[in-house]
């Protein structure tokens, strides 16, 4: 198997809360996630809004510092690296921000936008910036000759093109993309998709594929990984994913998915409560205040996120599967 490009053990992000200056407690975004990425692979980290994703995306590229854990990139531990230890490795670490508006400066040109991170990094490709800057646009889809205007000039599809150029700058390994498409028109959307999709085959990339669309994931992910208030819940090839799920919240996620095919909704799996606070996670399992297989076990033991029958595919349940079997071999 290949050695893996990105390892990421126990990772973890708490943020302090506080009552004038004095802390009273910590939002428990990020609570230990462990996953490995391999050179040309895409992982999927799909859950609900608020389950810590984008966090997670953040620390990866080390915009965020992590409370614990670890984040090994290419061999090399960047858990806590500091920005001149950072800076040769933000050529193979890049990230495309959700908002293609936001994450544009407007008062810069495309050319200017797209070039800076060769400027920062002191980089002077054969045939100057300018020519490199207009061969990345032409890339990704726009007409070079627009190297000249502004962000507020450009359709929100165009803009995120603009911030997929950026971030190939470099010639990166790895990119994180956090929720790249969620901004755009549905039709704008398959676009940007098809266009990831042949750069990573074309240039060998790495992705870490942040969303909640369950569609846009089965599209264009290697693997999956389903998170829940901080934790991953389920990890696997997205075959095994989508068609075999094992966990409960995975089962309720996959349910809600539109199917033009049924005519009814007898197949849904509505889940009852809201989600609890990350201030104050349940003890135990904490899909278990809204998981229609929760036991007293549920309660005191949190389930480790161990393989399933021996395969790749891993998942944190007592219970996991259709058919109610725990962890031990036992049945409900």
């Given at each position: 198997?290949?050695?893996?490009?990105?390892?990421?053990?126990?990772?973890?992000?708490?943020?302090?809360?506080?009552?004038?200056?004095?802390?009273?407690?910590?939002?428990?975004?990020?609570?230990?996630?462990?996953?490995?990425?391999?050179?040309?692979?895409?992982?999927?980290?799909?859950?609900?809004?608020?389950?810590?994703?984008?966090?997670?995306?953040?620390?990866?590229?080390?915009?965020?510092?992590?409370?614990?854990?670890?984040?090994?990139?290419?061999?090399?531990?960047?858990?806590?690296?500091?920005?001149?230890?950072?800076?040769?490795?933000?050529?193979?670490?890049?990230?495309?921000?959700?908002?293609?508006?936001?994450?544009?400066?407007?008062?810069?040109?495309?050319?200017?936008?797209?070039?800076?991170?060769?400027?920062?990094?002191?980089?002077?490709?054969?045939?100057?910036?300018?020519?490199?800057?207009?061969?990345?646009?032409?890339?990704?889809?726009?007409?070079?000759?627009?190297?000249?205007?502004?962000?507020?000039?450009?359709?929100?599809?165009?803009?995120?093109?603009?911030?997929?150029?950026?971030?190939?700058?470099?010639?990166?390994?790895?990119?994180?993309?956090?929720?790249?498409?969620?901004?755009?028109?549905?039709?704008?959307?398959?676009?940007?998709?098809?266009l990831l999709r042949e750069l990573q085959r074309d240039l060998d990339l790495a992705f870490v594929f942040i969303a909640h669309d369950l569609a846009v994931i089965r599209h264009f992910c290697h693997r999956v990984a389903v998170m829940y208030l901080g934790k991953i819940v389920e990890i696997g090839d997205r075959d095994d994913i989508y068609e075999r799920p094992q966990h409960p919240?995975?089962?309720?996620?996959?349910?809600?998915?539109?199917?033009?095919?049924?005519?009814?909704?007898?197949?849904?799996?509505?889940?009852?409560?809201?989600?609890?606070?990350?201030?104050?996670?349940?003890?135990?399992?904490?899909?278990?205040?809204?998981?229609?297989?929760?036991?007293?076990?549920?309660?005191?033991?949190?389930?480790?996120?161990?393989?399933?029958?021996?395969?790749?595919?891993?998942?944190?349940?007592?219970?996991?599967?259709?058919?109610?079997?725990?962890?031990?071999?036992?049945?409900?």
């Amino acid at each position: 198997m290949t050695e893996a490009l990105l390892t990421v053990r126990g990772l973890t992000k708490h943020f302090p809360v506080r009552d004038g200056f004095r802390a009273s407690g910590a939002v428990r975004a990020v609570d230990g996630v462990d996953f490995d990425v391999r050179p040309g692979e895409t992982l999927g980290l799909v859950g609900e809004s608020g389950c810590g994703k984008t966090t997670t995306g953040r620390m990866l590229v080390r915009l965020l510092e992590p409370t614990a854990g670890s984040i090994e990139f290419a061999g090399r531990d960047i858990t806590h690296a500091r920005r001149r230890e950072l800076r040769p490795l933000r050529q193979d670490l890049q990230i495309i921000f959700q908002d293609p508006y936001a994450s544009l400066n407007p008062r810069h040109t495309v050319g200017r936008i797209v070039a800076m991170p060769l400027q920062v990094n002191r980089i002077t490709p054969p045939g100057g910036i300018k020519k490199r800057v207009q061969e990345l646009l032409e890339l990704v889809g726009l007409n070079p000759e627009h190297y000249n205007r502004y962000p507020h000039e450009f359709s929100g599809g165009q803009r995120q093109r603009i911030g997929i150029a950026r971030a190939l700058a470099l010639r990166p390994k790895l990119i994180v993309a956090d929720e790249p498409v969620s901004a755009l028109d549905v039709s704008i959307q398959a676009q940007v998709i098809n266009l990831l999709r042949e750069l990573q085959r074309d240039l060998d990339l790495a992705f870490v594929f942040i969303a909640h669309d369950l569609a846009v994931i089965r599209h264009f992910c290697h693997r999956v990984a389903v998170m829940y208030l901080g934790k991953i819940v389920e990890i696997g090839d997205r075959d095994d994913i989508y068609e075999r799920p094992q966990h409960p919240y995975t089962r309720a996620l996959l349910s809600a998915v539109p199917d033009v095919t049924q005519t009814d909704s007898s197949g849904r799996i509505r889940l009852v409560g809201d989600v609890p606070t990350p201030l104050n996670p349940p003890s135990g399992c904490r899909f278990r205040t809204r998981c229609w297989k929760a036991q007293e076990r549920c309660a005191t033991d949190e389930p480790a996120l161990v393989p399933r029958d021996g395969g790749v595919q891993a998942v944190a349940c007592h219970f996991p599967g259709p058919d109610g079997q725990d962890s031990d071999g036992g049945t409900r």
